[in-house]
């Protein structure tokens, strides 16, 4: 089943752009997990906040890493994001704003821990909460304007 023109213009505009924002969040939850695994931490350069959010209480949620969760939400998002660009797909694409939406509200509350909390900012953790944020206004801004 072919596309409509109109999705099929808005998936192969809009959809490389929603890929490549949640691949780059792939990429930060994923380095930010192999330090933590590794025993590392962030290479912060002289900001040295990564450090103090690395080793934080709020680090981890039972005992599994934070990243471990960023990294689990990156790939799905990344896979609906596949998904709208090459099918144009609904589906994905509401998947995608879905799940955006909620990385939008728990990146909302990992900022809150780091400025009023832990009193440290992870410019990871701050690039990362960009790419999902600015993937919801990319995604939302998609689903409204290719809506039937």
């Keep these: 089943m072919e596309p409509a023109i109109g999705a099929s213009r808005a998936r192969g505009r809009f959809g490389l752009a929603l890929t490549t924002l949640a691949i780059a969040g792939l990429c930060i939850a994923t380095y930010l997990l192999a ?12 900001v040295k906040g990564c450090e103090t959010v ?11 890493p934070v990243a471990l969760f960023g990294v689990v939400f990156s790939v799905v998002l990344v896979a609906a994001c596949l998904a709208w ?26 900022t809150y821990l ?3 909390v832990i ?8 690039t990362y909460a960009m ?16 809506s039937d």
């Design 114 to 116: 780091e400025l009023f």
């Design 131 to 146: 790419t999902i944020a600015a993937g919801w206004v990319v995604v939302a801004f998609t689903a409204w304007s290719t």
């Design 35 to 46: 330090v933590r695994l590794l025993g590392e931490a962030p290479a912060c350069g002289p």
């Design 54 to 64: 690395a080793a934080s209480e709020y680090a981890t949620v039972f005992g599994i």
């Design 119 to 126: 009193e440290a900012i992870c410019v990871y953790c701050v």
């Design 85 to 110: 660009w090459r099918r144009a797909d609904r589906r994905a694409l509401y998947a995608a704003y879905g799940l955006a939406l909620a990385g939008v509200i728990a990146v909302v509350y990992l």
